[in-house]
């Protein structure tokens, strides 16, 4: 493949990825979440991410800023990152649910399959070698196994997340890290294995006819989130949006 044709593909996923965020800004597939969120929090990176980090579901700061990870354990996260020589620019983070709960509740299994389809075009369209799934639930439900985090993180194992084959990374997560000293000290030591799992580069990827070809997402339901999508390619780390303003969300791309 020429160069060419390589940066047209990295353009066209791109482009991909601002429509994606436009349908999920206008998505209302779960009354109660698009009644009670204040904006949909489809995540925030790099679209072309070696290492993708994948949570549970918004919280309260990040659906009022419409941005991932951005109180305490955000910033556990981007120090993190720092140690191992990585910015917040060059990861992709997510969340299994792109709305808040309602009380920060856990959610709910009719909201899972609702939602699942955005992640896993993520997934498709930002093409990582590697996922770290934060913490007991997105461990859970990616590996579709009931098997908790504290007998799994650090572990590396190849699974097929819709299309493509990642190494999946289970860690603890950031906040429960923030209270228990020595799961910080372990969450620390999983993360400084990090760079020798990407080394390995992506796991072999299944031929085309054996990976089942994703539906659609639904179009845009409307409404103040429904086609606002950015165009901007700003190269800094993501920032609070002004009140009243939609997130930049894809300002890292």
């Known amino acids: 493949m020429s160069s060419g044709e390589f940066e047209r593909s990295a353009s066209e996923r791109r482009e991909s990825l601002k429509e994606l965020l436009a349908q999920a800004r206008g998505c209302a597939r ?3 979440l ?3 969120r204040k904006t949909v929090v489809f995540g925030a990176g790099n679209a072309d991410a070696e290492l993708m980090f994948v949570g549970e579901a918004p919280g309260a700061s990040e659906d009022e800023q419409g941005l991932p990870f951005v109180g305490r354990a955000g910033q556990l996260l981007n120090t993190l990152l720092q140690e191992i020589g990585l910015a917040r620019d060059q990861v992709f983070i997510c969340n299994v649910l792109k709305c808040r709960p309602p009380g920060n509740r ?4 009719i909201e899972i399959d609702n939602c699942q389809e955005y992640l896993l075009r993520q997934v498709e369209l930002i093409q990582p070698t590697a996922i770290c799934t934060l913490g007991n639930f997105s461990t859970k439900l990616l590996r579709g196994d009931p098997t908790g985090i504290t007998r799994l993180h650090g572990q590396p194992e190849v699974i097929v997340l819709g299309v493509r084959a990642v190494r999946l ?4 997560h950031p906040a429960a890290a923030l209270y228990t000293p020595r799961m910080l000290e372990t969450l620390r030591e999983d993360f400084h294995r990090l760079p020798e799992l990407l080394a390995l580069g992506p796991p072999e990827q299944p031929p085309a006819e054996e990976v089942p070809e994703l539906p659609e997402t639904a179009e845009p339901a409307g409404g103040e989130h429904g086609l606002a999508a950015t165009d901007a390619l700003a190269s800094g780390p993501p920032v609070q949006a002004a009140a009243g303003s ?7 791309f």
């Not at 990374?169 to 603890?172: F, S």
């Not at 939609?246 to 890292?252: A, F, I, T």
């Open 30 to 32: 779960c009354t109660e």
């Open 34 to 36: 698009a009644a009670t």
């Open 106 to 109: 856990d959610p709910q299994p």
């Open 169 to 172: 990374y289970p860690i603890y």
């Open 246 to 252: 939609e997130p930049d969300q894809l300002g890292l």
